[in-house]
């Protein structure tokens, strides 16, 4: 049930642009995106429900498909301080629980360099 | 507010002992998580709590691991005995329960078993 992202790393100039993408196998109720610099916790960017996306920071957006249960982050105008890894975690509710359970995907190493 | 408080920050033992780590959530954050996180790999959820009720442990390894949340605030989890490959990252975070938030991380307790 692991979400799938893809690429696996990439490498940007500062001012480029980069989309992450997210995929999952089965029906979502809302997406996660995360992003953590090394040797620091996960950080919350912003997150995407059924029926909507919502935009957490200026110059990174995402989009959520929900037929396709697809998801896709872009970053645009990249800053140095963008580096880290991106995660996707997809949701699901856990029947009975009244509860949600987050999964993450294996991450996208993104690079912006001067 | 305060954010989700851990510790140890790091931990040293030699397989075979025991360790156990302590995470203190945000303020009125019903849902509680523990994740491990190995090097290079997406963290991935151990056990959830909402208030002091476990609502997912499928992928706790009982046979070694445990976790309490007592009065449906702090939560302690344990590892006993330890093995090689539980040298990772150990994330808490908390949430509210309504699915439609993201997590907060704390800064993590780094193990190594040697």
């Known amino acids: 049930q692991q979400p799938v992202q893809s690429p696996q790393a990439v490498i940007l100039r500062e001012g480029e642009d980069a989309v992450i993408n997210c995929s999952s196998s089965?029906?979502?109720?809302?997406v996660h995106w995360y992003r953590q610099k090394h040797g620091e916790a996960p950080v919350f960017l912003m997150i995407?429900?059924?029926?909507?996306e919502q935009k957490g920071h200026e110059k990174i957006s995402a989009s959520f498909n929900e037929k396709k249960q697809q998801s896709s982050l872009y970053l645009t105008a990249s800053q140095l301080s963008y580096s880290g890894t991106y995660f996707c975690?997809?949701?699901?509710?856990?029947?009975?629980?009244?509860?949600?359970?987050?999964?993450f995907g294996k991450g996208t190493k993104l690079s912006v360099i001067p | 507010e305060a954010g989700v408080a851990q510790s140890p920050r790091y931990k040293i033992i030699e397989k075979r002992q025991s360790v156990a780590f302590w995470c203190n959530p945000i303020s009125g954050h019903a849902t509680l998580y523990w994740y491990q996180q190995i090097l290079g790999q997406g963290p991935k959820l151990l056990i959830q709590?909402?208030?002091?009720?476990?609502?997912?442990d499928s992928q706790l390894p009982k046979d070694r691991f445990s976790a309490e949340r007592l009065k449906g605030v702090d939560s302690t989890l344990k590892i006993q005995p330890a093995k090689l490959e539980d040298s990772a990252v150990y994330l808490c975070a908390s949430s509210l329960s309504t699915g439609t938030k993201g997590y907060t991380f704390g800064s993590g307790t780094r193990l190594t078993v040697v």
């Open positions: 709590f909402q208030n002091n009720g476990v609502v997912d």
């Open positions: 995407l429900l059924k029926g909507g």
């Open positions: 975690g997809t949701v699901r509710r856990i029947s009975g629980a009244g509860s949600y359970q987050l999964t």
């Open positions: 089965k029906a979502l109720y809302s």
